[in-house]
Every structure is written in structure tokens, then in C-alpha cells.
């Protein structure tokens, strides 16, 4: 399965490549964040039956095998490695560092809870700063998921026995 998904991944770069168009050029074409297109052309997340036409359009080499690839539950996963490239080293850097706080300012302003990673978008932008040079801006918009009390009487599985 690992050896399909390279293939794939590596089929859906070409045909992105092929395109000549950016993330963002897609994105927009299809009313999707620019990290979630990447997401489904690195095979981390399923096209759905009613986004893949309009993906087509913007990527018009996209054949019907890699459509049906694209639209099959994924394999979630990384390489390990990855967190040797610089890029991905300072942004887990960044969420490790300023983790505790956000975590504090979450619980503050929600309660105990967390954000969720699958009711969640993600996108990155170029902003110029006040100095005039580029900055990054990354955004996780994630649900707030708040934890629950264990009470048996709220168990499903033990309801009616």
C-alpha cells in the first residue's frame, strides 16, 4: 500500500507541476485552503465525490485512476524523517514552544478542551510585516472539542442493561 501511495503522490506532483499553477492557483479554483489541496495531492485527505469535479476542472490532467485513488480513504501518515526538514523542525519548534500557553489561553476561553485536528482547516499566507519584508502566516481553525465527564449513565453501550 506505502509503494501505491508513492506512486500516486508522485503522479498527482507531476500533474500539479504539469499544471504550472500554485497551491493558491488551486485553491481558488476550487474553493478549497491551500494546505488542503496539498493535503489531497500528497494523499492525507479524501477528495469528495462533490469537490472532484471542480478539481478536474482546475487540474484537467487528473485521470480517472488517480480521481478514484484520490477518493479513497488515505492512509494518514508521515515520513519521520520530515521532522529533519528545517521548515517542519521550526514549526513543530513553534508549536512546542508556545504549546503550554496556548493550551492555557484555550482553557480560559473555552474550558478543558481541545481543538480539534479533523473538524479543522489549515492554510498559510504571505503578508508583507511592518518592516516591508515577508512574514508567514499560518492559521488552524479547529472546533473546540471540550472533554467529558465519565459518567456511566452517559454510556451508550451500557444503556439498557
Known sequence: MAENKATVVS???????????????????TGLTNVYV??????????????AQVFQQ???????????EMMRPPMRSYEP????????????????????SIKDIINEEFGDG????????????????????DRVV?????????HTEHKTEHMISRLGK
Open 58 to 68: 482546475a487540474l484537467p490532467e487528473l485521470t480517472e485512476y488517480l480521481v478514484k
Open 114 to 133: 481541545i481543538m480539534s485536528a479533523i473538524d479543522f482547516f489549515c492554510s498559510v499566507d504571505k503578508v508583507q510585516g511592518v518592516d516591508g519584508k
Open 38 to 51: 496539498s493535503q489531497l495531492l500528497r494523499r492525507q485527505a479524501q477528495l469528495k465525490l462533490e469537490t
Open 11 to 29: 503522479c498527482l506532483a507531476s500533474v500539479k507541476e504539469n499544471s504550472g499553477k500554485t497551491y493558491n492557483q488551486i485553491a481558488q479554483e
Open 81 to 100: 524523517s520530515i521532522i529533519q526538514d528545517p521548515t517542519v523542525y521550526r514549526l513543530n519548534e513553534a508549536v512546542m514552544h508556545f504549546g503550554e
Open 138 to 146: 499560518v492559521t488552524f481553525d479547529g472546533k473546540y472539542l471540550p
